[in-house]
Structures are given as structure tokens and as C-alpha cells.
């Protein structure tokens, strides 16, 4: 993608092209912020660079080249804004780089989702707007199924900002992700149980102002504090024992060890299971059995090993057990996608075209209605996933169920 930057912007109009997301407001190449100062300190982002230099440099032999600091200026301007392109199923087929879109900041709670029809870009807005304001519009740029720890340092290292909004600091969100299931089978709430000293769950802002509109920019090392649980500071355990503090009900040191042991096995296989195109079906139904009663149902661990196990069963074309990974991954989907997000609208797709695939239509075509009324907001009924994929199946249920 270098080569083709450095290509273009030889070229005539390379500098001067203006890509437009409003009739008058335009962004260009040099709008683009280059990160100079945080790539320099990056020293994994140096090393990439570095070798990067040596193929261009072979690569491009017969065209003059940048100097090394323009050429880490047009590095850090790709790396940092651009967009991986992905397909209907949301997964990342390349990458790109869209001028005007890069206008749109982040936030772990977006109005506004990006999906692509072919290399076509396409902003929707996912919560009502009283006018358009370009500076308002906030998109995720990452994979919202984490601890806040995870999407932070994610965030900081790949993007070089901390982010502070509501979602990553909300005491109300963050008591879930790695909680214990309470013991009473009638109550739902979570329990925290520290099960990693070293485990941290949230990075907080120390400085007041540090942070705009959710966010703190060039944020160092010493600017923020770890939190390695779901409470404010106030809050740090002292009691002799843990208990549920919905219901009161008491944990046993057999359950604490139970919970802790769980924790650790289930990290180690999503570490595992990271990245890859193999169907875990054995180990994410080992793991899951184990989870039962332990683990709360929106733990993130148990939600990502649900995902795993889902995508799992459909590429094995085990259709029993995915409808009951789908039903159960569906709150996870909810807590941490948002009611409105285009993969919470696939689950739904894949687990309606499941069902009518076992001809189960009265639950198809609740499920593939979900879908429509998701995908028809984040993707528009002009899209081929919503015309050739989701409006046939949703038809052919309804006309199966009459």
C-alpha cells in the first residue's frame, strides 16, 4: 500500500486531491495526523518500517524516493488511518485508505458503523441525530468483545491515544467481564472474584482534562492508573471471604479455587484458538461444560469461547449445537456489540438460516426478522447482503410457515 501512496501522490494531483464528506468540507493527504513523536518511541512499528524500507527501496529502485523522515510520515499516515476492507460476513479482506472517512474518531460506544460493498465505504448512523455533525459521528475501530483493559491498550498501541469513555469506565460494565456466576440459581448478579493479581480490567485517566469528548490524546506511560477491578477505588476487597453482593450468598474456598482454575485453562485456549481457521468443536465444548455454573453468561472469556464454539459448529455443519451456542451467545452479542451492531445482525442471519435450514420457521423467521431490522439500519436495503441474502431467506420462511 506504500508503494501505491508513494505513487499517487508523484503523481499530478496526488497532493492536492480533496475527498468531500459534506458539500463543502473536504479532508486531504496532509490532513492526515502522522504520529512522528509515538512512532519514533514504537519500537515494534520502527521495525516494521525498517524492513519495509529495504523492499521499497528494492521495490522502487527506478522511482526517487522520500527522504526517511517523509517516508515515516507517510507511513505513519497509512498505518494509523486506514481501514480494513471487509466482506459481507465481516471478515477483513484488505485494507485501504478513505480520505474523508478518517474524519470519524472513536468510541467504545459508536453512533455509527462502518460496512463496505465491494472497496465502497459506507458511514451509517445507528442512533437518531436531530442534524449531521461530522465532528459528533464516533465509529469503533475495534473488536468491542473485550475486557476495557484490552480495547485501551489496544487502542494505545495501535492508534496512540487512551480512551476514556463512558463504556471503559463504567463501574456498571466493567463488574462483568471476568465475574463469577452466583452460587443462588435466583440471582443473576455478578460476583467478583480475583483470579489474576497481575489481571488488569480498566485504565483510568489520573490527570483531570486529560481526556476530550472520551478520549485522551498522546497519552504516556505515566498518565494513567490500573484498576484490576470492577469497583472504584473506594471499593478495594477487604472482606475475609467472598460473597454475592445481590444476595449475600457465600463462596467457599473450593469455589474460589473452582473459578480461578476455569480462568486460567479458558485463557490459555482462546489464546490458542486466536487467529486461527481451525474448528475447535472438542475444546470450546470442554471449556463451555466447564464454564457451566462458574462462570457468569456475559464473562467475556465465556462469551468469546461461545463465539469460537458457534463459528465452530456451523463450519462443521453441526446444526443442533450451534442453535444452542447461538441462543446463549446472543446476550453476550448485545452486552458488548450494542443492540445495533452489523455482527450482532449476522448471528442472527446465521442462526435464522440454521433454523429454516431444520425447518423450525416459526423461530427462522423471528430470528431472520431480527436480522432485517439490524442489517436494513447498518448495512441499507441496497446492499447485497440485505437484497441477495437476507430478503430471499426471510421470504422463503415466511412463505414456508404460511
Not at 131 to 158: A, F
Amino acid at each position: 500500500m506504500l508503494a501505491k501512496i508513494i505513487n499517487r501522490l508523484n503523481r499530478g494531483d496526488g497532493h492536492s486531491f480533496r475527498s468531500f464528506y459534506s458539500a463543502t468540507s473536504f479532508r486531504m493527504w496532509k490532513d492526515l495526523m502522522s504520529h512522528y513523536p509515538n512512532l519514533k518511541a514504537d519500537k515494534k512499528r520502527m521495525d516494521h518500517f525498517t524492513s519495509l524500507c529495504v523492499v521499497l527501496y528494492e521495490f522502487l529502485k527506478d522511482i526517487s524516493l522520500p527522504n526517511t523522515v517523509e517516508l515515516m510520515g507517510l507511513y505513519g499516515r497509512m498505518v494509523i488511518n486506514s481501514f480494513m476492507i471487509l466482506d459481507t460476513d465481516m471478515n477483513s479482506i484488505g485494507t485501504g485508505i478513505y480520505l474523508a472517512s478518517s474524519i470519524v474518531d472513536h468510541s467504545c460506544e459508536p453512533n455509527a458503523v462502518v460496512t463496505f460493498d465491494g472497496k465502497t465505504i459506507n458511514i451509517r448512523a445507528i442512533q437518531n441525530m436531530s442534524y449531521l455533525d461530522w465532528n459528533q459521528i464516533r465509529i469503533s475501530y475495534i473488536d468491542m468483545m473485550k475486557t476495557p483493559y484490552e480495547r485501551q491498550n489496544e487502542l494505545l498501541s495501535s492508534y496512540y491515544f487512551l480512551c476514556g469513555c463512558h463504556r471503559c469506565i463504567d463501574g456498571n460494565q466493567v463488574k462483568y467481564v471476568h465475574a463469577a456466576k452466583c452460587l443462588n440459581e435466583n440471582c443473576e448478579a455478578p460476583v467478583k472474584i480475583t483470579w489474576n493479581e497481575n489481571c488488569q480490567l480498566v485504565l483510568r485517566p489520573v490527570t483531570e482534562g486529560s481526556t476530550q469528548n472520551g478520549v485522551s490524546n498522546g497519552i504516556q506511560n505515566g498518565d494513567f492508573q490500573k484498576q484490576n477491578g470492577g469497583c472504584d477505588e473506594e471499593e478495594i476487597d477487604n472482606e475475609e471471604f467472598v460473597y454475592c453482593k445481590e444476595c449475600g450468598t457465600k463462596y467457599t474456598e473450593k469455589h474460589v479455587e473452582a473459578f480461578i482454575k476455569i480462568m486460567e485453562f479458558t485463557k490459555q485456549h482462546l489464546k490458542n484458538m486466536e487467529g486461527s481457521s481451525v474448528a475447535y468443536v472438542d475444546v470450546c465444548n470442554y471449556c463451555l461444560d466447564r464454564h457451566e455454573g462458574v462462570l457468569h453468561p456475559l464473562n467475556v472469556m465465556h462469551a468469546q469461547t461461545l463465539d469460537h464454539a458457534f463459528e465452530a459448529h456451523v463450519q462443521m455443519q453441526l446444526w443442533e449445537k450451534a442453535c444452542v451456542y447461538a441462543e446463549r451467545l446472543i446476550p453476550c452479542f448485545r452486552f458488548y456489540h450494542g443492540d445495533k451492531n452489523p455482527l450482532l445482525g449476522l448471528l442472527y442471519l446465521k442462526y435464522g438460516k440454521i433454523l429454516l435450514y431444520k425447518m423450525d420457521l416459526e423461530k427462522a423467521v423471528a430470528q431472520l426478522k431480527l436480522a432485517e431490522k439490524i442489517i436494513k439500519t447498518t448495512h441499507g436495503e441496497s446492499h447485497p447482503l440485505y437484497r441477495e441474502q437476507l430478503v430471499p431467506l426471510l421470504q422463503q420462511a415466511l412463505a414456508e410457515a404460511d
